[in-house]
């Protein structure tokens, strides 16, 4: 069975300091992995997506992702982080069953920016 | 621009009075989703369709209904909304084929339940 893991469900980080939002998965197909961000009360927003080809995918505000096949992992990082990154980033994972992708979903982590 | 929208954006119901959260999308995409939503979780996936053929998650309760007329729209109803419904609301699209894992989703509609 497939199953993605965020084991921080928060990360307090000062502003402009770097931040890492750690993903790992299991899964014994072949994915694709994405992070998700949601800012308060709103829907969720796609900021970033792992398909093929380069294992770094970057999104247009400064968060960067790589995918380690090795370590099963896709974790998030930027490199100087502002207070409107404060938000609830998903990692999600779709693969092929029976014909249909299915997308599953990691617990969330809340990114609190310090002043 | 090609979206996913949501109305309304915020909708307060009573206990046990019927309630219809809409849903339509200018992506042309055929397959549409309803996701639930509670604080600080994941989404959970509710039911899709797939054109017009409708997939229920087998623990989806049966106090929520869905109907898709036609391929632009998606509606949620859920019969006798209780406490532990309120909740924010998804609606999601993707293509079928190769595309299918990439879903769009809309601004979400937050239910209260009074």
């Known amino acids: 069975a497939q199953s993605v893991t965020q084991l921080d469900s928060q990360v307090p980080v000062f502003e402009e300091a770097p931040v890492e939002l750690r993903c790992n998965y299991s899964s014994s197909v072949s994915v694709y992995l994405f992070w998700y961000v949601q800012y308060p009360n709103q829907g969720l927003q796609l900021l970033l997506k792992?398909?093929?080809?380069s294992t770094l995918v970057e999104s247009i505000n400064g968060f960067e992702a790589e995918f380690n096949k090795s370590q099963t992992s896709f974790h998030l990082r930027k490199p100087s982080v502002h207070i409107s990154d404060t938000a609830e980033y998903f990692c999600?994972?779709?693969?092929?069953?029976?014909?249909?992708?299915?997308?599953?979903w990691g617990a969330g982590t809340k990114l609190i920016i310090k002043p | 621009d090609a979206m996913v929208i949501q109305n309304p954006r915020y909708q307060v119901t009573q206990f046990g009075k019927p309630v219809t959260l809409s849903c339509s999308q200018t992506?042309?995409?055929?397959?549409m989703y309803w996701y639930q939503q509670k604080s600080s979780q994941a989404p959970k996936l509710l039911f899709h369709y797939y054109d017009k053929d409708f997939n229920n998650e087998a623990d989806t309760p049966d106090n929520f209904q869905s109907r898709r007329p036609n391929t632009s729209f998606c509606f949620l109803d859920i019969r006798s909304p209780g406490l532990g419904d309120a909740a924010m609301y998804l609606c999601?699209?993707?293509?079928?084929?190769?595309?299918?894992?990439?879903?769009?989703f809309g601004p979400g509609t937050r239910l209260t339940v009074t």
């Open positions: 992506l042309n995409h055929n397959v």
């Open positions: 999600a994972v779709s693969y092929l069953e029976d014909s249909n992708y299915q997308l599953i």
């Open positions: 792992y398909l093929s080809g």
């Open positions: 999601a699209t993707s293509t079928s084929g190769t595309d299918t894992y990439e879903q769009y």
